[in-house]
T-cell receptor, first 114, second 114 residues
Framework: NAGVTQTPKFQVLKTGQSMTLQCAQD?????MSWYRQDPGMGLRLIHY???????DQGEVPNGYNVSRSTTEDFPLRLLSAAPSQTSVYFC?????????????FGSGTRLTVV | AQSVTQLDSQVPVFEEAPVELRCNYS??????LFWYVQYPNQGLQLLLK??????LVKGINGFEAEFNKSQTSFHLRKPSVHISDTAEYFC????????????FGKGTRLHILP
């Protein structure tokens, strides 16, 4: 089924460990973004990309890195995990200039840092 | 920059009763407005959107919302809720000339009481 695929669905990390959250879409969407969702905070934008080779920071970028080498993939890297990064992470995509049609969201990655 | 305020973090309502979830926004430019729904343990789905034209927009599952420019509001309504409407609802806004960057409110959790 076409859509946004996030892996893994669940992950537990120890403080200081690194990992990459994967996001892939098969809709040829130019725009991709990462959000984190915390109780009572809604969704906060971490990083976004308007195409391969182009990324930019969102509202809460510290502690996270991204790259966009292909249109399909937009991985999110945690270089040194901290308990404050415990959250649910969502990847979203849309056609550039057609964000008004609405984003397509992945099903999320629940990350716990201990 | 634009922002979104959802005035209620939780709304309890009896089954088959009407409900209104409130959303106010601020922006110095024209905007697009959205409501997304998140069912338990799932990603977000687009419920409805206002781009232009008629201020009353209808979405999926019997929901509707009214854009009020003078009050900078975009409240979501449903005349009769069902237990299956139990979810968290997010209001979101984007600048109409930058529809690829959407800002989300903090969410309203709708509790349906039997």
């Amino acid at each position: 089924n076409a859509g946004v695929t996030q892996t893994p669905k669940f992950q537990v990390l120890k403080t200081g460990q690194s990992m990459t959250l994967q996001c892939a879409q098969d809709m040829n969407h130019e725009y991709m973004s990462w959000y984190r969702q915390d109780p009572g905070m809604g969704l906060r934008l971490i990083h976004y990309s308007v195409g391969a080779g182009i990324t930019d920071q969102g509202e809460v970028p510290n502690g996270y890195n991204v790259s966009r080498s292909t249109t399909e993939d937009f991985p999110l890297r945690l270089l040194s995990a901290a308990p404050s990064q415990t959250s649910v992470y969502f990847c979203a995509s849309s056609s550039l200039g057609q964000g008004a049609l609405g984003y397509t969201f992945g099903s999320g990655t629940r990350l716990t840092v201990v | 920059a634009q922002s979104v305020t959802q005035l209620d973090s939780q709304v309890p309502v009896f089954e088959e009763a009407p409900v209104e979830l409130r959303c106010n926004y601020s922006s110095s430019v024209s905007v697009y407005l959205f409501w997304y729904v998140q069912y338990p343990n799932q990603g977000l789905q687009l419920l409805l959107k206002y781009l232009s034209g008629s201020t009353l927009v209808k979405g999926i599952n019997g929901f509707e919302a009214e854009f009020n420019k003078s009050q900078t509001s975009f409240h979501l309504r449903k005349p009769s809720v069902h237990i299956s409407d139990t979810a968290e609802y997010f209001c979101a806004v984007s600048e109409s000339n930058r529809d690829d960057k959407i800002i989300f409110g903090k969410g309203t959790r709708l509790h349906i009481l039997p």
